[in-house]
């Protein structure tokens, strides 16, 4: 099969085009034929090496993590997909090897879950890592309707879920972005607010009682500002900055694989509660410019690669 590899970590340029076996396929997994996968942030930071202490590396590396396909084959034990489906996942395996960026990837049950109906497979690929980071976060501050979030990076990958996700829960949300995002977070159903010096003050003003909420997902030292912005028992939740497990109710996310929890992410896309942004879609032999336009930061979607 064709895949996109690397045999050494690096910048963008060691990713290469290459021909590898079709991976087997374990007893709770299924062979999925790759239509797209998306590049995340943290792809990158596999690539040089960020997670060598977290993580076994097995050179080659196939990466990625984000895939949207059809089931190819299934596995022994896997009574809840079958031959055929349209599926998207998740696919982070407990160790760096055989990712997205092919033509087959061996995905296992627990990381996937039916691609919504409404979403084509470019945009499925978008979903599952930013999805579920902003879904399971806001699960885990206990967000509810009627109370009001800071979204930091709101116009962003994951923000610009949170905002969605929030708003389809009844929440008021508040995003920090830069000016030139503010249109398309009013277009979420968020009210945006610039990031940067004086921001406590434009929160306060918004909302002069402080918020229930602030989920982080900027870093940039935001979180040692969150006890000016939150009201009192109030939540803040951090992806970037583990400092957050020391505020009072702080939490520190680290997304998971889920099945259920991208079945609700696909119920949200095919109600119309959630959208999805392409910024690029490329072709599966031009990955290292997508790792490139991701690294040049300041896009508002996602870039996608194209496989079939």
Do not use: C
Not at 205 to 223: C, E, K, Q, T
């Amino acid at each position: 099969m064709r895949a996109i590899t690397y045999d050494r970590h690096g910048g963008a340029d060691v990713l290469q085009l290459t021909d590898q076996p079709v991976p087997p396929v374990g007893p709770d997994a299924v062979l999925v034929r790759v239509h797209a996968a998306a590049v995340n942030p943290v792809d990158l930071y596999v690539r040089a090496g960020g997670l060598d202490a977290l993580m076994d590396v097995q050179f080659p590396v196939v990466p990625g993590w984000d895939v949207a396909g059809v089931v190819e084959q299934v596995g022994l034990d896997v009574p809840e997909l079958e031959v055929g489906d349209e599926v998207f996942g998740y696919v982070r395996k407990d160790w760096v090897h055989g990712g997205t960026f092919a033509e087959y990837v061996a995905a296992p049950v627990r990381t996937l879950a039916r691609k919504p109906s409404s979403l084509s497979f470019e945009e499925a690929a978008g979903v599952p890592l930013a999805g579920l980071t902003a879904y399971q976060t806001i699960v885990r501050s206990g967000l509810r309707a009627g109370q009001t979030v800071l979204v930091h990076g709101a116009s962003g990958g994951v923000g610009s879920f949170a905002v969605q996700i929030a708003r389809s829960l009844g929440a008021r949300v508040v995003g920090t972005a830069s000016e030139r995002n503010h249109d398309y977070l009013r277009s979420l159903g968020a009210e945006p607010v610039a990031h940067g010096e004086g921001l406590v003050r434009r929160v306060r003003d918004l909302v002069p009682d402080g918020v229930d909420v602030v989920l982080d997902y900027a870093g940039h030292g935001l979180v040692a500002e969150a006890p000016q912005l939150l009201a009192a028992g109030g939540v803040p939740v951090s992806i970037v900055d583990a400092s957050v497990r020391e505020l009072p109710g702080g939490v520190y996310a680290w997304v998971r694989p889920s099945s259920s929890d991208l079945a609700e992410l696909a119920r949200l896309a095919d109600d119309g509660a959630l959208t999805v942004h392409v910024d690029r879609v490329l072709e599966l032999e031009d990955a290292a410019e997508a790792h490139r336009l991701v690294e040049q930061g300041g896009g508002r979607g996602k870039v996608v690669v194209r496989v079939r």
